[in-house]
């Protein structure tokens, strides 16, 4: 029951402290559930950011039931995934009773500007964190590189291309060379 409680309380204050959505809450969920409390490794945090971001749903809440999942089953996935819905979903009730006067509050409109950057500094640090941890192959960093070649252009010129389109070409393009290494590497283990 302590587990629960705290994947619960856990969440909990990673949704109640953490603005601009699940890529913000990334780096948050690896210092916690990686380093502090070591629930998963960083191999595991990478590909669970794969998978989240390839599944529907957002991104935090695919993370936080999956650690959940791997601590306590069912239980500790929902525990967890509740954690990390209530505060977002209480403060965006609290907001959404008093939206109108409350953006017209200038401190306020003044403090959500500098939460757009603090937002952009947590997810440039979970994207440096991420690719130091990447494996130091080839094909991979190849990979990575092109898809920001071709992501850059796409934000600049806000050409309508979802970034879901470039993780999928990235996986098709990955799942074509190891179909074309793995008969190369039969060939050359039975010579």
Request: overall charge positive; glycine content about 8%; proline content about 3%.
């Amino acid at each position: 029951m302590n587990l629960l409680l705290d994947l619960f309380l856990t969440f909990a204050k990673i949704g109640l402290f953490t603005f601009g959505g699940g890529y913000a809450m990334i780096a948050l969920i690896e210092n916690t559930c990686v380093e502090k409390k070591q629930w998963i490794t960083h191999d595991e945090m990478m590909t669970i950011t794969v998978i989240a971001e390839s599944t529907p749903g957002p991104i935090a809440i695919n993370c936080a039931t999956y650690v959940g999942y791997k601590q306590k089953g069912f239980a500790g996935a929902l525990a967890a995934t509740i954690g990390m819905i209530l505060p977002s979903f209480c403060i965006i009730f609290a907001i959404s009773r008093f939206l109108d006067r409350f953006l017209e509050i200038t401190w306020i409109a003044h403090a959500f500007q500098g939460i757009k950057i603090a937002v952009g500094i947590l997810i440039l640090d979970a994207a440096i964190k991420m690719l130091q941890k990447m494996q130091k192959k080839l094909m991979p960093r190849a990979i990575m590189l092109c898809g920001f070649a071709a992501m850059l252009p796409i934000n600049i010129f806000s050409v309508g291309i979802s970034s879901i389109i470039l993780m999928l070409t990235a996986g098709l393009v990955s799942l074509i060379i190891f179909m074309i290494k793995k008969p190369a590497a039969k060939g050359g283990a039975a010579k």
